[in-house]
Structure formats: structure tokens, C-alpha cells
């Protein structure tokens, strides 16, 4: 399976990428990886080796206002766009998708396998719209053993 994987990198720690992508070894071949984020913010600075070591594409998008979130709303114009324009057969998205249930949906009308990697918190309605729920908090390095991470909706 084709797999994009577009990552909300503000609303996750980099220590989740590690294990998200031997999840997704399991799943397919993650053609393009894209992360979304101000990258001039100090706390993203943890971000910049795993980009490197795991060819993330970053994608910049500065943030003017605290009660704005221009790389959530990054992320969706590219998944739409990435959606139309590369052959996949599957979507990753990565972070807190509180508000992204016509995301989700669009991107299913499409015919997309979408996976959607969140943390505990994650909505049960984002949960059910997608193909395939990740639980990030399942992946941390200090989470029970034995526990996948993963759950079919």
C-alpha cells in the first residue's frame, strides 16, 4: 500500500515518529512524509534530527496569533491536494485532528485508506470516521508492553 504521511508536528513529541513508522513499515511504503509546523519556534528545535534522520519534508507556516492554527489548516490543503495529485492508496495523519472530521470524510469519499495517528485524547468521532486509529500514548516509550498502538474503527 501507497502510504503519504502528513504529521501536525506542533500537537505531537518527535519521539513518537520512531514507532509510528514501524507501525506503518507493517502497513505499506510511505512515499512522502510531510511535517507542519512554525518551525522557528523554540520548542520545535527537539524536531530538527528526526526530520533529518527520517527524511521529513518540513513545511513552515508561521504562527501570528496564539488562538490561530495555520499548519492544522496547512495540513488539510495539502492532504486534499497530495490526495489529488500523487498515486496513493492511503493517508497517514499524524497529531491532534480535534477539528478534522471533513478532512476525514473527504478524504474517504476519495476512496483513501485513512489512518489517523492521535493521542489518547482523540475524539471518538475522529476515531470512527477513520479507516484506522493509531494511539500515540500506546507508542511512548514508557507505555505498558504489549500494547500495538493500534485499533480498526
Known sequence: MRLAVLVHAESVAPEVWAPLSRVLADVGD??????????????????????????????HHFRTRETQDPAMIALALDAVDVAARVRLDGLVLVGDLHSSMPLLLRLKEEG??????????????????????????????????????RHRA
Open 112 to 149: 483513501l485508506t485513512v489512518i489517523v495517528a492521535g493521542p489518547p485524547s482523540t475524539p471518538l468521532d475522529i476515531r470512527d470516521a477513520c479507516t484506522e486509529f493509531v494511539d500515540l500514548g500506546a507508542l511512548a516509550p514508557d507505555s505498558p508492553s504489549g500494547r500495538s498502538g
Open 30 to 59: 510511505v512515499v512522502l512524509a510531510h511535517a507542519h509546523a512554525d518551525w522557528t519556534a523554540a520548542a520545535m528545535a527537539t524536531w530538527l534530527p528526526v526530520l533529518r534522520r527520517h527524511r521529513l519534508e518540513l513545511r
